[in-house]
């Protein structure tokens, strides 16, 4: 069945440092949504990407959808202690409005 | 406008015993999702209703978990009975439909012992 990857598993970054995950999907993806989880807490939509190559932009965070839609990436650029948590990619192939979430990235951010 | 409601957020049962979760999506949202959260993995579908008609359950375990959405409003999610490995966060979401957002409630934390 179709698999979404995520790369690395873990992370941990000094307060300043740029943070990347990668997502990586078995089959071609119609969309992708990105999600944040706190600890102890529940997903929380970040963004999503349709178009192939799309790039989007929030504040720190820029997201990037593949040529091929089956691959995104989230990149932060100056991590702050507030950006801790997983970060989830979620896929959804075309015809169908099932999403299948990423293993995640947990990040840690160092003070 | 009010969140995904869920209860209880914490459980704490024994093997073989029965189960129920409890989910109020956001007002006017058609589709209803539970999920399953084992601890350190991201979040499996269970089922997706869109209404209260079932668009996917394939990877609900039917032998022992049931769903259902009634008059496309609150849901309920039931495990009879509960082996040691349901023991997870289930986490009920919603959405307008189709590739809409998804907004999480804050998760039903079961143990099973």
Redesign the interface.
């Known amino acids: 069945g179709q698999q979404v990857m995520q790369i690395p598993q873990y992370q941990h970054v000094q307060e300043g440092e740029d943070f990347t995950t990668y997502c990586n999907s078995s089959t071609t993806l119609s969309n992708i949504q990105w999600y944040k989880q706190r600890p102890g807490g529940h997903p929380v939509f970040l963004i999503q990407l349709v178009k192939s190559g799309e790039v989007k932009k929030q504040k720190r965070l820029t997201f990037q959808f593949g040529e091929a839609k089956k691959n995104s990436s989230l990149h932060i650029t100056a991590t702050q202690t507030t950006d801790v948590g997983t970060y989830f990619c979620a896929g959804t192939t075309s015809g169908t409005y099932k999403y299948i979430f990423g293993t995640g990235t947990r990040l840690k951010v160092l003070a | 406008e009010a969140g995904v409601a869920q209860s209880p957020r914490y459980k704490i049962i024994e093997k073989r015993q029965s189960v129920a979760f409890w989910c109020n999506p956001i007002s006017g949202h058609a ?1 209803l ?1 539970w ?1 399953q959260q084992i601890l350190g ?5 269970l089922i ?1 209703f869109q209404n209260n008609g079932v ?2 359950d394939s990877q609900l375990p039917k032998d022992r978990f049931s769903a259902e959405r009634l008059k496309g409003v609150d849901s309920t999610l039931k495990i009879q009975p509960a082996k040691l490995e349901d023991s997870a966060v289930y ?1 009920c ?1 919603s959405s307008r ?3 809409q ?7 039903t934390r079961l143990l099973v012992l």
């Open positions: 589709t999702y999920y993995q991201g979040p499996k579908l997706q668009v996917d986490l979401a439909g189709g590739v957002t998804q907004y999480f409630g804050p998760g």
